[in-house]
């Protein structure tokens, strides 16, 4: 589970309109739904300026957390880029977690596809504690990818709603030695 979200997002709507700012989150989550349908994920919804993304939903997968990892590595560059382009400073956060969760449809009439569970919230958590410009995960998804990723220790954090977690950033993939 990934949440990502645009830092420093709420005081945009001050300084543009309502259709430019609708605009600005298209472009920026169109280039997210691509790296989504490249490294085989599910956009879940977007949440304001925040955007859900699984791996394993509503197909699993053997490499969900790898998937995961490999997509929030890429869209700090998708976003340099965009900022590039755009003449603009956007920034993110990125929390992943890798936990077990619970998905369905809900809803008679407007139907929607969501995800429960303490997975969720914990990838939340992770996003909304984390720091610009860094991918924080949490143990679990640190055991799963720090063999071939590089992973760097941040230490407990209190987290809200959790307590102390022990933390980490994910800074890239780990070089391929050649024999």
């Given at each position: 589970?990934?949440?990502?979200?645009?830092?420093?997002?709420t005081?945009?709507p001050?300084?543009?309109?309502?259709?430019?700012l609708?605009?600005?989150?298209?472009?920026v989550?169109s280039?997210?739904?691509?790296?989504?349908?490249k490294?085989?994920?599910?956009k879940?919804?977007?949440?304001g300026?925040?955007?859900?993304?699984?791996?394993?939903v509503?197909?699993?997968?053997?490499n969900?957390?790898?998937s995961?990892?490999?997509?929030a590595?890429e869209?700090?560059?998708?976003l340099?880029d965009f900022?590039?382009?755009?003449?603009l400073?956007l920034?993110?956060?990125i929390?992943?977690?890798s936990?077990p969760?619970?998905a369905?449809?809900?809803?008679k009439w407007?139907?929607?596809?969501?995800?429960w569970?303490n997975?969720?919230?914990t990838?939340?958590?992770?996003?909304?504690?984390?720091?610009?410009?860094e991918?924080?995960?949490?143990?679990s998804?640190c055991?799963?990818?720090?063999?071939?990723?590089?992973?760097?220790?941040?230490?407990?954090?209190?987290?809200?709603?959790?307590?102390?977690?022990?933390?980490?950033f994910l800074?890239?993939?780990?070089?391929?030695?050649?024999?």
């Open positions: 589970m990934i949440f990502a979200d645009i830092v420093n997002f005081p945009m001050e300084k543009m309109s309502a259709i430019d609708v605009h600005l989150l298209d472009k989550f280039r997210l739904a691509a790296l989504v349908r490294h085989g994920l599910g879940i919804k977007t949440i300026n925040a955007y859900m993304v699984a791996a394993g509503p197909v699993v997968c053997g969900h957390a790898e995961m990892a490999d997509f590595l869209f700090p560059q998708s340099r900022n590039k382009e755009n003449s400073d920034n993110m956060r929390g992943i977690n936990d969760l619970a369905g449809v809900i809803g407007k139907f929607l596809y969501d995800l569970i997975c969720v919230n990838a939340a958590r992770m996003e909304w504690h984390g720091i610009a410009g991918i924080q995960i949490i143990e998804t055991d799963l990818i720090a063999h071939v990723f590089e992973i760097q220790d941040r230490g407990t954090i209190e987290t809200k709603g959790k307590g102390l977690m022990k933390t980490y800074n890239g993939r780990k070089a391929v030695v050649s024999a």
